[in-house]
């Protein structure tokens, strides 16, 4: 086999390519502002896209099946509403138990969702469209259009307060889980199966039904859990919390090169896209560019990342097509 | 009308009067009859009137409906329209107060819809590699980013501005007997639109499209132009939305139409528009619209918590995406037996 050049290694290799823009980043800001590098603040940075960070691994096996759950951040506002109420009404204070009853809710939440995408073959994008209505609108009736005040939670933020080691502990364990799960084991490499070629997994006796059905429930467990992290991050509890971050997760997985056609992604890549985007928000006011062009400059990441993309994938078919002419 | 591959060419409209009555559209107008009587009989203040005042706020959102409905037939999807009407709502607000006059706004508005439904247009026929949900989520953030930028360098900052100079707007949100205007123009949009894509050439090319582009483009039709004139469209529609939702609210911020483009899909879809592509028709649209529109009227009425009718919503949308796939496997049956 031919040694690859430099380029073909990074344009092939999606990951590698985003190291290098990330140190690249790093080296800009770092020059600019060298307070940025320190480690308080990259542990900032951890600790305020945690949400982001742990739903990005349930958003990308769900796009490795080629379906889409927009309904993660209602799911979230669910389960948060409801711990942060148990509270509030002196119901429950023990953490481990409300983290327990957080998780046990996104784990029915999006199971409702994988058994309606997989049995009723209804477009992932319409069937989570209606959870995000349905999910969000019973965190209102639930409250009652309260919130549950830090006043409320006040033991159970310790947990996530900055500086415990808890939101840490959950990331990074559950980073390796599913590092090894996609790589390593038969469930991980099913998700690959079914989003490459469904049919070919089907033939091939994988229960495409019951793998969709176990990664949206997987999805809708990692969004219960934010929930949980959630209220205890922002010591609060409101119906309308983190309304519209759907998008900001996919955003990372579609950074990190997960296709959202199927089939194609990393764990490795979807946790440098969602660093990326953590960096990119925490960087704005530290080289002094106002906070409110970070949408703009975000958007414009996006999609001059997925143009790229296609641009170099169209020159390297090129060059394939020329080598073989000749 | 299935051809030798078994593929039913779905534009071909059913005649039966009895096919007619038991389609999608029918049930949705006995929906519609089913939310009145439950407006009026819920609400004492559910009548023609009252409900003819407070519909110019949702009456805005139609509009883009029917452009979302020609993407959702050509089998893409755009989620930046919601943003857009806030760009464009800003763009307005804004240069009315700097001292334009109300029929410069206006132009400005809808050029600001139509440029933004452009650019979509223009990346997703550039790069058809991408699923247009990414080039939209991207154009989504990137609109509300320029909004947001403009609050802070061109309005007093805060992210929201309101206009000065309303007596355009008064104009715009006048009335004609009990009717608001908007709604005269959504009835006359609507009916243009439905005609469009039911009866015309350029309509049924939007079918071809939606149930399988490589056919459609060896079949001569110009897939790519076909595509961007429909997200131009969409754009110019957002543009008008922005505009007739600023007759409501005479005014503009950060949030603005948020969640605008999923509630547009979210009425196509229950109006029996699939997001595969090639399947649907606005007539069905048009009366899902309304049936959410008067039952948002209904519940605020009786100050039930607004935000029941989220769930009532995404109830409604997950039904009707599930009562075709459950008598799916029935319905196929019968047409294999006919064929």
């Known amino acids: ?326 | 009308m299935a051809g030798r591959s078994g593929r039913e060419i779905s534009a071909v409209p059913e005649t039966s009067i009895k096919s007619k009555l038991l389609s999608w559209e029918g049930a949705l107008i006995l929906i519609l009859v089913a939310v009145n009587i439950l407006g009026v009989a819920i609400s004492p203040n559910y009548n023609v009137n009252n409900v003819l005042r407070e519909m110019p706020r949702y009456l805005a959102e139609i509009f883009m409906m029917f452009g979302m409905g020609y993407i959702l037939v050509l089998g893409d999807i755009d989620i930046s329209v919601g943003a857009l009407v806030c760009l464009a709502g800003t763009v307005t607000v804004l240069s009315s107060n700097a001292g334009a006059p109300f029929g410069l706004a206006v132009v400005i508005c809808l050029a600001a819809g139509l440029l933004g439904g452009m650019l979509n247009g223009f990346i997703a026929t550039k790069f058809t590699e991408l699923p247009t949900m990414i080039v939209t989520l991207g154009t989504q953030i990137i609109f509300r980013g320029i909004a947001e930028v403009l609050f802070e360098t061109w309005g007093n900052g805060g992210g929201t501005a309101s206009m000065t100079d309303t007596k355009g707007l008064m104009l715009l949100a006048k009335k004609i007997g009990p009717f608001p205007i908007s709604f005269f123009c959504v009835i006359i949009a609507g009916a243009i639109m439905i005609t469009v894509l039911a009866k015309t050439t350029f309509g049924r090319k939007l079918y071809a499209i939606g149930s399988n582009k490589t056919a459609a483009y060896y079949a001569g039709i110009k897939v790519q132009r076909i595509r961007f004139i429909c997200y131009s469209l969409l754009g110019f529609l957002s543009g008008l939305c922005a505009l007739f939702l600023l007759t409501a609210t005479f005014g503009s911020n950060t949030t603005t139409g948020q969640g605008f483009e999923m509630e547009v899909i979210a009425m196509c879809v229950f109006g029996g528009i699939a997001t595969t592509g090639g399947k649907g028709n606005l007539i069905g649209a048009f009366i899902a619209a309304f049936i959410i529109v008067c039952l948002r009227i209904a519940l605020g009425q009786r100050n039930i918590n607004t935000q029941v009718i989220l769930v009532i919503i995404g109830l409604m949308l997950i039904v009707s995406v599930l009562v075709p796939a459950l008598s799916g496997a029935l319905t196929a049956k019968k047409k294999k037996a006919q064929t």
């Open chain 1, 1 to 326: 086999m031919k040694k690859k050049s430099v380029g073909q290694f990074l344009s092939e290799s999606r990951e590698a390519s985003l190291v290098i823009v990330l140190i690249i980043l790093l080296i800009v800001v770092g020059i600019i502002n060298p307070s940025f590098l320190s480690f308080t603040n990259i542990r900032q940075i951890f600790l305020n896209n945690t949400l982001t960070f742990l739903m990005a691994l349930g958003m990308l096996c769900v796009m490795l099946t080629a379906g889409i759950d927009i309904s993660i951040t209602s799911t979230l506002a669910f389960a948060g509403m409801s711990i942060g109420l148990l509270q509030k009404y002196n119901i429950l204070h023990n953490t481990f138990l409300l983290f327990v009853i957080g998780a046990v809710i996104g784990i029915v939440c999006g199971f409702l969702n994988g058994i309606i995408i997989a049995k009723g073959h209804v477009a992932p994008i319409i069937c989570t469209m209606g959870f995000m209505y349905i999910w969000r609108g019973m965190a209102y009736v639930i409250s009652n259009n309260n919130w549950a005040s830090g006043m409320d939670v006040a033991g159970f933020s310790d947990f996530g307060k900055d500086g415990a080691p808890g939101p840490y502990i959950i990331l990074i364990i559950a980073y390796i889980i599913f590092f090894v799960v996609m790589k390593w084991t038969r469930f991980g490499r099913r998700i690959y199966a079914v989003g490459s070629n469904t049919e070919a997994a089907q033939v091939s006796g994988i229960n495409v039904d019951r793998t969709l059905t176990g990664v949206y429930t997987i999805m809708g467990f990692l969004a219960g859990l934010a929930g949980v992290l959630s209220v205890s991050i922002y010591a609060s509890a409101q119906p309308n919390m983190q309304y519209g971050k759907e998008m900001d997760v996919i955003a990372a997985c579609v950074i990190g090169g997960v296709s959202m056609s199927g089939g194609r992604g990393s764990v490795a890549g979807t946790f440098l896209g969602a660093l990326i985007i953590g960096i990119i928000s925490k960087a704005l006011p530290m080289v002094n560019i106002p906070n409110f062009w970070q949408n703009l400059i975000k958007g414009v990441i996006i999609l001059a990342v997925v143009i790229l993309n296609v641009v170099t994938q169209r020159t390297m078919e090129r060059q394939n097509l020329l080598r073989r002419e000749m």
